[in-house]
């Protein structure tokens, strides 16, 4: 994935269109902007804790800004956010994790996923709901796109893809992105998919399953495959994750639908809690070959998009607490978050405590919003 030059936050919002009329406006557009970015750095989540919080600061940002008229109102930053358009905010966004992310290595795992902000909708409206690209290894959100509600996400997955570098990665999504349409753009991009099975393909979801008893019932010997096991013991909790992989494709149901599938994997996890032993099976396509423990740490790889993202944005940003319904104000703060969330992650400086130690840090220490920011003196 190859990178612009390095570029600053101010520097990328200057690319955004101001929505507002010129004659009517008090204060500047990226200014309020950077703001903003600083005032979710610091730990505020809402439009009222940004204006509260930057007051105490103006001081500090006038050594960098020029804000003629202060800090903006609540109100201001609301209808602001609720006006800009998310596509270029988006936009924006993703020309700036495209300077600052470092180039994707060759396998590297992008995970896309959704999530639902569910305090956003009004009793007459959907909730925000943002299908994201996740770049597991690095830890940081590539690009977002909104869909009305979770039953859209695969005509919003392909949107989404087709913003994002990904020759070489690895691209995994869970069941309700698995369709042939999205296996052909990952491939269009000169990436590999890994793909859920489930229920919402009934008849190939049953083939894979009725291959696997056959399996499992005769010696393991007979049929090719390859195998990866893995135990892991965290918080009480002993996990037995057995990886098979297979390319029998002809067994499966309408194999040639699937651009370039190769493969097939079953994953048997045995999870004990507490005395009490529970088991899953989950299926998946993919276009890689059959290397159990390559698919094994694709697999699980995904699940990072639901601990270092969609918690993170829940707990440590309140995101399923937010209430801006204003035009695009929702979707608009989430990918604010998502910024703030990436700063984070991008301090080289090793430091103890998690997102929400370093928010409560940002909050008091000046110095340290400027490194993560990269303010220059205005």
């Given amino acids: 994935m190859e990178t612009e030059g390095k570029l600053q936050l101010a520097d990328v919002f200057v690319s955004i269109t101001d929505p507002r009329q010129t004659r009517k406006t008090r204060h500047d557009l990226v200014e309020v902007l950077v703001v903003a970015v600083n005032g979710v750095l610091a730990g505020a989540d809402t439009f009222v804790e940004i204006e509260a919080w930057a007051n105490e600061k103006l001081t500090w940002f006038r050594r960098y800004l020029k804000l003629e008229h202060g800090i903006p109102s609540h109100d201001t930053f609301g209808r602001l956010f609720g006006l800009i358009d998310p596509t270029e ?11 600052i992310l470092p180039a994707l290595a060759a ?37 977002q796109t909104a869909t009305a509600k979770k039953s859209n996400e695969k005509t919003a997955i392909p949107t989404l893809l087709n913003t994002l570098a990904l020759e ?9 992105g698995t369709q ?36 499992q019932s ?32 002809d067994c499966l149901y309408k194999p040639t639908q699937w651009p370039d599938l190769y493969a097939f994997v079953v994953m048997d996890s045995e999870r004990l809690v507490k005395g009490k ?26 699940w990072s998009v639901e601990n270092r993202l969609h918690w993170c944005m829940d707990v440590v940003f309140g995101d399923d607490q937010m209430r801006a319904r204003t035009g695009h104000a929702a979707h608009n703060l ?4 998502h910024i703030t969330l990436n700063l984070i992650r991008l301090d080289p400086i090793p430091r103890k405590g998690g997102i929400k130690v370093r928010r409560l840090i940002a909050a008091t220490s000046d110095e340290y919003r400027e490194q993560l920011f990269g303010l220059g003196r205005a």
């Fill in 89 to 99: 905010f988006e936009s924006a966004f993703q020309r700036w994790v495209r300077s």
């Fill in 107 to 143: 396998q590297d795992v992008v995970a896309i996923d959704g999530k639902t902000s569910r305090r956003s909708g009004k009793v007459d409206a959907t909730a925000l709901h943002l299908v994201s690209a996740f770049a597991a290894g690095a830890g940081l959100v590539m690009g």
């Fill in 168 to 176: 070489g990665c690895i691209v995994t999504i869970d069941a309700m």
């Fill in 180 to 215: 042939t349409n999205i296996a052909q753009a990952i491939r269009d991009k000169k990436a590999d998919y890994v793909l859920a099975v489930k229920d919402n393909h009934p008849t190939l979801a049953d083939s894979m399953r009725d291959f696997f008893t056959q399996f």
């Fill in 218 to 249: 005769a010696p393991a010997e007979q049929t090719p495959h390859s195998f990866h096991e893995q135990i892991e013991k965290d918080h009480g909790r002993i996990e037995h994750r057995r990886c098979y992989v297979f390319d029998q494709l």
């Fill in 277 to 302: 032993t529970t088991r899953e099976q989950r299926y998946y396509l993919t276009s890689l070959a059959a290397d159990a423990q390559r698919l094994a740490h694709a697999i699980r790889a995904h």
């Fill in 334 to 337: 989430a990918v604010l978050k």
